[in-house]
T-cell receptor, first 112, second 114 residues
Framework: QQQVKQSPQSLIVQKGGISIINCAYENTAFDYFPWYQQFPGKGPALLIAIRPDVSEKKEGRFTISFNKSAKQFSLHIMDSQPGDSATYFCAAHTSNTGKLIFGQGTTLQVKP | DTAVSQTPKYLVTQMGNDKSIKCEQNLGHDTMYWYKQDSKKFLKIMFSYNNKELIINETVPNRFSPKSPDKAHLNLHINSLELGDSAVYFC?????????????FGDGTRLSIL
């Protein structure tokens, strides 16, 4: 019940295309859903986050769509660029435990 | 100025040795964390400290002992290193524990056991 399932494991997109990464969870106690971006040799960095009382959040080319009833959320990267090539992690947080549970990660490659 | 800094960046050592990884944050945060990232890039929390007090202790072998001398530092000491300890260890910090605060990660320490 503490798991966050992320798909796909890897994704190849052409420059200018839309990258979509999906996550699903079971624990309804999760109350905060961040996405992290990790480049090789670096630590994960917060990209965008959403709370479950919001269905969509957009920051620049990055959008989170959140479906509370389905317990699913996704990251959309519009106009994908080669510089977006990285590993993306969804995560879920519970205030009662203070834990951040990560998905398995998606390696995104944007081809020029 | 690096917000969360870890040393060393690389650590190569023999099985059975004892080693430490240091972490410092200059963000003024109250809470610090240790994560382990395995060869498949899966990130899992190990420990969390809030203002020098242990608040999260996942199912981690007791060969791993975190120590927080003050709220800006969280070190990780590992005794009797095993092959399975090979991984990248990340330190992170957040402003407050238990509230939806973003976690800021260091760049990791890659531990390789020979």
């Amino acid at each position: 019940q503490q798991q966050v399932k992320q798909s796909p494991q890897s994704l190849i997109v052409q420059k200018g295309g839309i990258s979509i990464i999906n996550c699903a969870y079971e624990n309804t106690a999760f109350d905060y859903f961040p996405w992290y971006q990790q480049f090789p040799g670096k630590g994960p960095a917060l990209l965008i986050a959403i709370r479950p009382d919001v269905s969509e959040k957009k920051e620049g080319r990055f959008t989170i769509s959140f479906n509370k009833s389905a317990k699913q959320f996704s990251l959309h990267i519009m106009d994908s660029q080669p510089g977006d090539s990285a590993t993306y992690f969804c995560a879920a947080h519970t205030s009662n435990t203070g834990k951040l549970i990560f998905g398995q990660g998606t390696t995104l490659q944007v081809k020029p | 100025d690096t917000a969360v800094s870890q040393t060393p960046k690389y650590l190569v050592t023999q099985m059975g040795n004892d080693k430490s990884i240091k972490c410092e944050q200059n963000l003024g945060h109250d809470t610090m964390y240790w994560y382990k990232q395995d060869s498949k890039k899966f990130l899992k929390i190990m420990f969390s400290y809030n203002n020098k007090e242990l608040i999260i202790n996942e199912t981690v072998p007791n060969r791993f002992s975190p120590k927080s001398p003050d709220k800006a530092h969280l070190n990780l000491h590992i005794n009797s290193l095993e092959l399975g300890d090979s991984a990248v260890y990340f330190c992170a910090s957040s402003q407050v524990a238990g509230i939806n605060q973003p976690q800021h990660f260091g760049d990791g320490t890659r531990l390789s056991i020979l």
